[in-house]
């Protein structure tokens, strides 16, 4: 069974600091996945990393993913209050039933003036 | 048009009535998701429809009936809910079921009386 953790699960950082969320996944997948939900809001599709090595970056926001690893990143630079918001990491089985995604926990991530 | 529409945005029923929850995209994509999210909790997948087939079925409980009337359209009858099922239910569609980005809708705020 594929499983997903991330870390932290909370994070409370100053603006202006740097700070790097966490995604391990537990078996072979072939695409990671990160989304940002604003409370009581849907989920927003930032970044979809699909080989090893695989980078992108999108203002504040850069993700990695190391396959070999089984881990993907997602860097935040010089946080600023907007970034305040739930990250989730999702990604799914390379075969056999591989429609499903599998979420993270999610992180909570406030950014502090 | 990029996006995917839900309606209602909020809805209060009571464990006796019958209300459904529509979906609806127009960017031709031919998978589309019903999830279940509770607070604080990443989203769970529910039914899968491919093609407007029902393809997955993740032992949700007979009293969420999924229908898909075409491509574009997906609704979600509730009947006999309980108060545990109040959640936030987001619609998701993908161009095809097992290799691509989901996208999410902006969900409904179910709660059960």
């Known amino acids: 069974e594929l499983k997903v953790e991330q870390n932290p699960l909370f994070l409370s950082m100053q603006e202006g600091k740097n700070y790097t969320i966490y995604c391990n996944y537990s078996t072979t997948s072939d695409r990671l996945y990160w989304y940002r939900q604003d409370p009581g809001k849907s989920l927003e599709s930032l970044f979809v990393?699909?080989?090893?090595?695989a980078v992108k970056q999108e203002g504040r926001l850069m993700a990695s993913l190391d396959t070999k690893a089984r881990l993907s990143t997602l860097h935040i630079t010089a946080a600023v209050h907007d970034l305040s918001a739930t990250y989730f990491c999702?990604?799914?089985?390379?075969?056999?039933?591989?429609?499903?995604?599998?979420f993270g926990k999610g992180t909570l991530l406030t950014v502090n003036p | 048009d990029t996006e995917v529409t839900q309606t209602p945005k909020h809805l209060v029923m009571g464990m006796t009535n019958k209300k459904s929850l529509k979906c609806e995209q127009h960017?031709?994509?031919?998978?589309m998701y019903w999830y279940k999210q509770k607070a604080k909790k990443p989203p769970e997948l529910m039914f899968v429809?491919?093609?407007?087939?029902?393809?997955i079925n993740e032992s949700v409980p007979s009293r969420f009936s999924p229908e898909c009337p075409n491509s574009s359209l997906l609704n979600l009858h509730l009947h006999a809910l309980q108060p545990e099922d109040s959640a936030l239910y987001l619609c998701?569609?993908?161009?095809?079921?097992?290799?691509?980005?989901?996208?999410f809708g902006p969900g409904t705020r179910l709660t059960v009386l």
């Open positions: 999702a990604t799914r089985n390379s075969g056999g039933s591989n429609y499903k995604l599998t």
């Open positions: 960017m031709g994509h031919r998978a």
């Open positions: 998701a569609s993908s161009i095809r079921m097992s290799t691509d980005t989901q996208y």
């Open positions: 429809y491919s093609y407007e087939k029902l393809s």
């Open positions: 990393l699909l080989s090893n090595g």
